[in-house]
């Protein structure tokens, strides 16, 4: 079974740095990219950074672009995101989902992050 | 990066059919054939029900279907049921390892 747990959120200061980490089990972890999104309380996705199988190809949304940064470690099958400078409008849910195909099939169930003084 | 343009509610009875429209650009939703539909109940993760414009994940019924002209993507839900009522968000690849959401699609059954 396909299993992705989320885990590092929590509360930071505004200007704070925070890294997430989702472990993967159920499948082979280095054959697959992977993504981060994220959905602040109430609204919509937003698609924030992605990985490819070899971390040859990363992607970021434009909001976060120049302070997160997403990494992979295929020995551990764990993937990162670490988000520097963070914002008040950073705080949301953040899911990580594996990739396949420029679609995402599996989920995460997500932790908050809340960036508040 | 603009978001996917998604109408905020759509609703219909009970064995009706429904549909939501996704309108992107040139750079994305018209670009490529890489639109995906994510159903999403409250409190819950999202779950893939459409990939590739118009081809179903294993388990999703029938009654969810998808199209794409132009630079619009569109998911039709027939025969409508209570548990279809959540968030419908669009997808597409954007090229360059980056993807982008459509704002979310109500969806109630009245």
């Known amino acids: 079974e396909v299993q992705l747990v989320e885990s590092g959120g929590g509360v930071v200061r505004p200007g704070g740095s925070l890294r997430l980490s989702c472990v993967a089990s159920g499948f082979t972890f280095g054959d697959y990219g992977l993504t981060w999104v994220r959905q602040a309380p109430g609204k919509g996705l937003e698609w924030v950074s992605a990985?490819?199988?070899?971390?040859?190809?990363?992607g970021y949304a434009d909001s976060v672009r120049g302070r997160f940064t997403i990494s992979r470690d295929n020995i551990r099958n764990t993937l990162y995101l670490q988000m520097n400078s963070l914002r008040a409008e950073d705080t949301a849910f953040y899911y990580c989902a594996r990739v396949f195909h420029e679609l995402f099939n599996y989920w995460g169930q997500g932790m908050l992050v809340t960036v508040s003084s | 990066q603009s978001a996917l343009t998604q109408p905020r509610s759509v609703s219909g009875s009970p064995g009706q059919s429904v549909t939501i429209s996704c309108t992107g650009t040139r750079s994305d939703v018209g670009a490529y054939n890489f639109v995906s539909w994510y159903q999403q109940h409250p409190g819950k993760a999202p779950k893939l029900m459409i990939f590739?414009?118009?081809r179903r994940p294993t388990g999703v019924p029938d009654r969810f279907s998808g199209s794409k002209s132009g630079n619009t993507a569109s998911l039709i839900i027939s025969g409508l049921q209570a548990d279809d009522e959540a968030d419908y968000y669009c997808c597409s690849y954007a090229d360059r390892y980056t993807w982008v959401f459509g704002g979310g699609t109500k969806v109630s059954v009245l």
């Open positions: 590739d414009v118009n």
């Open positions: 990985i490819n199988w070899n971390a040859n190809s990363q």
